[in-house]
């Protein structure tokens, strides 16, 4: 699915906070460290969210032209699943369906900012997608690997099913239905979002590109930023995009069964995230986390001197430390990126 405006919405906010407060930037970017980034991903409704939860509702729609929507899609044969609410993102509401002939699903996107939208998705056995959606935030980069999809606001849903149908189809589809809906609507949203974070950080020629695109669904103008207020807005950005990387690593760590539930449990909130889309002072931070802050700083100062990679800066500062003052390696993923799971002795 699309389920792509996170970004576009996430830049509004971040505008909106260095235009009210600055000094939110500057009190982040002072206590930088790895517990901070863990704090701010586990704040319900805060920056990017790297996991969701559909939750049913019969709160009405925030958007007047949704119902028309909704209605359009009945009409097309789609079969209603049920209305949901997804606290992680405050503003969202969304309308499932599925078509009882394929199993294609359906989603209307019911936005507090955005003009509502919707999708219609073809699910293969491994996440992969055939998706058309009206969605005016769409961002062809933002696709997964083994997803396709066709952008078209002007298609009714009527003839974005018949437009769909006419694609290549595998035969490993799913049939998404009431069973499994929720199930496959946030699977499918956290391998989008898992692609996005593991890209890389955005830069301030593609935070105005998005938030020009932001403009232009809501009829809202974007706010006009200096190069210094840019700057600040990419920097938050960037500890926003962070947080939800790091819960998005411990997630897929979690999802590996590579400790006993028992042990996860126990650890699960002292646990750091290495990767190299840190700088290597962060990365120099995590590696020292249980060190002697006085004691430890020529070591860093010598391998920081080095300009090494993140991941390669942690593994010299930590194999250089007193064994009681290293983190302990938990284990790796390899997705959204490569990235090591540590936490401290004790």
Request: net charge negative.
């Amino acid at each position: 699915m699309s389920l792509l405006t996170t970004l576009a919405i996430v830049f509004v906010a971040l505008l909106a906070l260095v235009v009210l407060g600055l000094w939110l930037l500057r009190a982040l970017a002072r206590g930088w460290i790895a517990r901070r980034l863990a704090a701010q991903a586990a704040t319900p409704g805060n920056g990017i969210a790297a996991r969701i939860t559909l939750v049913p509702t019969e709160r009405p729609w925030r958007q007047p032209g949704t119902e028309a929507l909704v209605e359009a899609l009945r009409a097309a044969g789609f079969v209603e699943i049920d209305r949901y609410d997804v606290p992680e993102m405050h503003v969202m509401r969304l309308w499932g369906g599925a078509h009882p002939e394929d199993g294609i699903a359906a989603a209307v996107y019911d936005h507090g900012s955005v003009p509502p939208f919707y999708d219609l998705v073809r699910v293969y056995a491994d996440y992969g997608t055939s998706t058309i959606t009206t969605n005016p935030l769409h961002d062809p980069a933002n696709l997964p690997p083994n997803c396709t999809c066709i952008a078209d606001r002007t298609l009714t849903p009527a003839s974005a099913l018949v437009v769909l149908r006419e694609q290549p189809a595998r035969t490993d589809a799913i049939r998404v239905d009431a069973r499994n809906f929720a199930d496959v609507f946030t699977e499918l949203y956290a391998r989008s979002i898992d692609h996005i974070l593991g890209k890389g950080m955005p830069d301030a020629k593609k935070m105005r590109e998005v938030g020009q695109r932001m403009a232009e669904a809501t009829g809202v103008p974007m706010p006009e930023l200096d190069d210094a207020q840019m700057d600040l807005a990419v920097q938050l950005q960037r500890v926003s995009r962070l947080a939800a990387l790091q819960e998005a690593v411990v997630d897929r760590f979690a999802q590996s069964g590579a400790l006993a539930p028992e042990e996860w449990a126990r650890l699960r909130d002292r646990v750091m995230v290495v990767h190299d889309l840190l700088g290597r002072e962060e990365a120099a931070e995590i590696a020292r986390a249980a060190a002697d802050r006085k004691g430890s700083q020529a070591l860093v100062d010598a391998v920081l001197a080095k300009a090494l990679p993140p991941i390669d800066t942690y593994e010299q500062i930590s194999e250089r430390l007193p064994p009681p003052q290293r983190l302990r390696l938990l284990g790796e993923v390899d997705h959204p990126l490569y990235a090591q799971v540590v936490v401290a002795n004790g």
